[in-house]
C-alpha cells in the first residue's frame, strides 16, 4: 500500500510546487516486506557459510541513482577477497531497521573461530548490506552504493 504524501498549497505563504519536481513518495512498509527481505539475507549469509562465494556474490547489487546494477568488477574482486581471506566459519544476522524502500539496514556478523563466553580474543567482523525495494522487487546492494568504493567492515570483540 502506497501512501503519498502530497503538500497542498492554498491561501499560504509557501511556494508551489513547480511542474517537473518530484514529488515525495514514502512507502509503508510491511510484516511481508520485512519477511522477504530476511530470506533474502539468511540466503545469503547461507551461500557464504557454504563456502558458496560467488552465489552469495550474485546477489549483491549496487544502487545506481534510480536504478540497480551489478557490482562493478573491480568492487567484485575486492568483495571477493576480503570473504575468502577472512573465511568465517558461520554468519549471524545481528540487527535490521526498515524506515522506506530505500532506507534499510541490516547489520550482519561474520564468526572466524567459537570461543569461550569469558574468552575477550576477538572472533567477529562486522558487514553492512543494504536492502533497497526498486519496482516491488527487493535487492541487497552495497552498505554505501552511492559510492562504490566504499566497503564497511570493522573487526569487532
Given at each position: 500500500?502506497?501512501?503519498?504524501?502530497?503538500?497542498?498549497?492554498?491561501?499560504?505563504?509557501?511556494?508551489?510546487?513547480?511542474?517537473?519536481?518530484?514529488?515525495?513518495?514514502f512507502i509503508e512498509?510491511?510484516?511481508?516486506?520485512?519477511?522477504?527481505?530476511?530470506?533474502?539475507?539468511?540466503?545469503?549469509?547461507?551461500?557464504?557459510?557454504?563456502?558458496?562465494?560467488?552465489?552469495?556474490?550474485?546477489?549483491?547489487?549496487?544502487?545506481?541513482?534510480?536504478?540497480?546494477?551489478e557490482v562493478p568488477?573491480?568492487?567484485?574482486?575486492?568483495?571477493?577477497?576480503?570473504?575468502?581471506?577472512?573465511?568465517?566459519?558461520?554468519?549471524?544476522?545481528?540487527?535490521?531497521?526498515?524506515?522506506?524502500?530505500?532506507?534499510?539496514?541490516?547489520?550482519?556478523?561474520?564468526?572466524?573461530?567459537?570461543?569461550?563466553?569469558?574468552?575477550?580474543?576477538?572472533?567477529?567482523?562486522?558487514?553492512?548490506?543494504?536492502?533497497?525495494?526498486?519496482?516491488?522487487?527487493?535487492?541487497?546492494?552495497?552498505?554505501?552504493?552511492?559510492?562504490?568504493?566504499?566497503?564497511?567492515?570493522?573487526?569487532?570483540?
Open positions: 500500500m502506497a501512501v503519498l504524501m502530497l503538500s497542498v498549497a492554498a491561501c499560504t505563504d509557501k511556494p508551489k510546487q513547480t511542474e517537473g519536481e518530484p514529488v515525495p513518495v512498509m510491511t510484516n511481508q516486506d520485512t519477511t522477504e527481505v530476511l530470506n533474502l539475507v539468511k540466503q545469503y549469509l547461507g551461500y557464504l557459510t557454504d563456502g558458496r562465494t560467488d552465489e552469495a556474490l550474485g546477489m549483491i547489487k549496487v544502487l545506481d541513482g534510480d536504478s540497480i546494477k568488477e573491480d568492487l567484485l574482486k575486492k568483495q571477493r577477497n576480503s570473504i575468502q581471506m577472512l573465511h568465517p566459519i558461520r554468519y549471524e544476522i545481528e540487527s535490521y531497521i526498515f524506515h522506506f524502500e530505500n532506507d534499510c539496514e541490516v547489520k550482519y556478523k561474520g564468526i572466524l573461530f567459537d570461543k569461550a563466553d569469558d574468552d575477550p580474543t576477538p572472533n567477529t567482523v562486522s558487514y553492512m548490506i543494504k536492502p533497497v525495494r526498486l519496482n516491488h522487487t527487493w535487492y541487497l546492494t552495497l552498505a554505501d552504493s552511492q559510492d562504490v568504493n566504499t566497503i564497511n567492515s570493522d573487526i569487532e570483540n
